[in-house]
């Protein structure tokens, strides 16, 4: 091929045409000039429009995972808050159900103290107030421990009673705590008065319950019978409810009746008591016989020799 008919011109990418500069200006002065225009003419607001409409889609395309990301951010924020919210709630309900159990328990001491209180009055007797420790270990018997004892000036022998009546008696006695045996004891016994006879009886524990022994079978006893203290035994402060009759059976071949007998203070669930000072303790000491006595004696044997 002869070198004349060779094509010299440049290839497109090395052409030049307008200058970098001149289309800076240009693209310059058409951006100034549209920015004026839609300010002044609001020219572009229809194009401006038209493209929001168009890409809308997809904007609410692309917005999707983003608000997917910020949704379950949320969520779990959400799902956090509320389980603390939960365990807090949970909290303070124990909280209030504790205090409620509290209140309850205070509710009923206060109670059983107020009824002490209204009995304390009645009782012409020294007394002070205790609170039962616990039950003695022993199955056999029934017995409590009070938190009084002889730091106190409790004494063997004292009666223990709460508002509904008699509980039992003082068996024995340490420094600061003392032992109660229950009037249920096998061991247990206390002189009673039938409130509708007048009656005077004696009544023994049997374990689970008491019954009145040494009553004739033909004895005026009626189921129902209120049986209190009679105060003749230097103890027990008299007018003190006891138990009352719950069955009466008379045998033929026995002279005596079996009568069971119901506690009237239930020895269950006791928490405070009354220990009152034996009556023995405040009555007057007995007389002793004048000293002239012996020899009056003595010469009145002489005289009859």
């Given at each position: 091929m002869p070198l004349g008919t060779l094509d010299r011109t440049p290839p497109p990418f090395f052409r030049q045409g307008t200058s970098a500069f001149t289309k800076l200006v240009f693209f310059a002065a058409l951006a100034l000039f549209l920015m004026?225009?839609?300010?002044?003419?609001?020219?572009?607001?229809?194009?401006?429009?038209?493209?929001?409409?168009?890409?809308?889609?997809?904007?609410?395309?692309?917005?999707?995972?983003?608000?997917?990301?910020?949704?379950?951010?949320?969520?779990?924020?959400?799902?956090?808050?509320?389980?603390?919210?939960?365990?807090t709630a949970r909290e303070q309900l124990a909280q209030s159900a504790e205090k409620l159990a509290r209140a309850g328990a205070l509710a009923e001491e206060n109670t059983r103290l107020r009824a002490l209180?209204?009995?304390?009055?009645?009782?012409?007797?020294?007394?002070?107030?205790?609170?039962?420790?616990?039950?003695?270990?022993?199955?056999f018997s029934r017995k409590v421990i009070i938190d009084r004892g002889q730091a106190q000036g409790v004494v063997a022998g004292s009666p223990v009673v709460n508002q509904d009546g008699v509980l039992g008696q003082v068996t024995r006695l340490y420094a600061l705590t003392a032992e109660v045996t229950l009037l249920v004891d096998k061991d247990a016994a206390i002189p009673v008065l039938n409130q509708r006879t007048q009656?005077?009886?004696?009544?023994?524990?049997?374990?689970?319950?008491?019954?009145?022994?040494?009553?004739?079978?033909?004895?005026?006893?009626?189921?129902?019978?209120?049986?209190?203290?009679?105060?003749?035994?230097?103890?027990?402060?008299?007018?003190?409810p006891v138990a009352k009759v719950v069955s009466v059976?008379?045998?033929?071949?026995?002279?005596?009746?079996?009568?069971?007998?119901?506690?009237?203070?239930?020895?269950?669930?006791?928490?405070?008591?009354?220990?009152?000072?034996?009556?023995?303790?405040?009555?007057?000491?007995?007389?002793?016989?004048?000293?002239?006595?012996?020899?009056?004696?003595?010469?009145?044997g002489s005289g009859r020799r």
């Open positions: 004026v225009a839609d300010a002044r003419l609001r020219i572009a607001e229809p194009v401006r429009d038209a493209l929001a409409i168009v890409l809308l889609p997809v904007q609410r395309a692309l917005a999707v995972p983003v608000e997917l990301a910020f949704g379950g951010a949320d969520y779990l924020r959400g799902l956090t808050a509320a389980r603390d919210a939960e365990r209180l209204e009995l304390k009055p009645a009782i012409a007797v020294r007394s002070q107030a205790a609170e039962v420790l616990y039950e003695a270990a022993d199955p009656q005077r009886g004696a009544a023994f524990g049997v374990g689970s319950g008491m019954e009145l022994r040494f009553t004739s079978a033909n004895d005026d006893v009626q189921v129902g019978d209120a049986l209190q203290t009679s105060g003749v035994d230097g103890v027990y402060p008299a007018g003190l059976e008379r045998r033929s071949e026995s002279g005596f009746a079996r009568i069971a007998l119901a506690p009237t203070a239930r020895s269950d669930g006791v928490r405070h008591v009354l220990v009152l000072e034996p009556l023995a303790l405040q009555l007057p000491p007995r007389p002793e016989p004048p000293p002239a006595a012996p020899e009056l004696a003595r010469r009145r």
